[in-house]
């Protein structure tokens, strides 16, 4: 079991307006095996959250940890924290010019596992999973993320997601833009991982709609980058029928 832990989190952006605080001391444990849902209104700091364990450049943490079994996260490289279990697509550049889906999985399944795979059962592994997500075939031989749907870019990433056997993936909107067929396989495809591998599943989404495919274990509500509530998941099917509207109104603490 592999335990990610996230304490008392301040992180701060730079804008042409100088330094804003985005996230007010978020704390935060989860576990391999464990989903969590990070929900909350638009601009309340949850992919700022994701973009800070990726190790966005663009993102000062002024105080607080993350560590992964006890190492410090905030220390390593994006590779490392690659290399570490950790999985966030974002890390990955949007698009990348004559580099094929396929390579572009070999590559970074060596990079992880620091061996490249045996290309037999690689071969195989990439032909199940892709038919796992009803990828075509031809897929793997487009150039990533060139002109990709919204859709594709969805099922690459949880392609990657099944690929990459990580310990921990941080999943930002991956419910958005996609319909309902899309959502269904996509959610099928993070609890096949789930099943297969005893992921630990940090979900961040505005809407509860993805969390009736992915049964969240706890659910954490954000705003104005803190969390203001936790719970199971019937915080999640109150917060569908009620909205954000109770935390948005006076009296929600901020620094
Ligand atoms: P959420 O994902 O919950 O919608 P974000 O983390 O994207 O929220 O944004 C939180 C706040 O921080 C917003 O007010 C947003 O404008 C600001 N912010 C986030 N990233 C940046 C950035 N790179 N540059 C400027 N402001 C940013
Ligand atoms: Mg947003
Ligand atoms: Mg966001």
Do not use: C
Request: glycine share 10%; net charge negative.
């Amino acid at each position: 079991m592999s335990v990610l832990e996230i304490r008392d989190l301040h992180v701060t952006v730079e804008t042409e307006n100088g330094t804003t605080p985005i996230l007010n001391g978020v704390t935060l444990t989860m576990r391999t095996g464990e989903t969590h849902a990070i929900m909350g209104p638009n601009g309340s700091g949850k992919s700022t959250l994701a973009y800070t364990i990726a190790g966005h450049p663009k993102y000062t943490v002024t105080s607080g940890s993350i560590t992964l079994d006890g190492e410090d996260v905030l220390e390593m490289s994006v590779d490392e924290r690659a290399r570490a279990g950790l999985f966030l697509a974002m890390q990955y550049p949007v698009e990348i010019p004559g580099v094929t889906v396929t390579n572009f999985l070999r590559t970074a399944k060596t990079a992880i596992d620091g061996e490249a795979p045996a290309i037999r059962s690689w071969t195989k592994d990439v032909k199940g999973a892709m038919e796992n997500l009803r990828m075509d075939a031809k897929f793997a031989s487009r150039n990533v993320n060139e002109g990709f749907s919204g859709g594709e870019k969805k099922r690459h990433e949880i392609l990657q997601l099944e690929l990459l056997k990580p310990k921990i993936a941080v999943l930002d909107e991956t419910d958005s833009g996609l319909d309902v067929d899309a959502l269904k396989i996509v959610s099928e495809g993070v609890n096949r991982a789930k099943e297969q591998t005893d992921l630990g599943v940090l979900l961040i989404t505005h809407y509860t709609r993805i969390l009736r495919y992915i049964r969240p274990d706890y659910v954490h509500v954000v705003v104005k980058g803190r969390i203001v509530e936790e719970g199971g998941p019937e915080l999640a099917d109150r917060l569908e029928e009620e909205g954000y509207d109770r935390f948005l109104e006076a009296g929600t603490p901020i620094d």
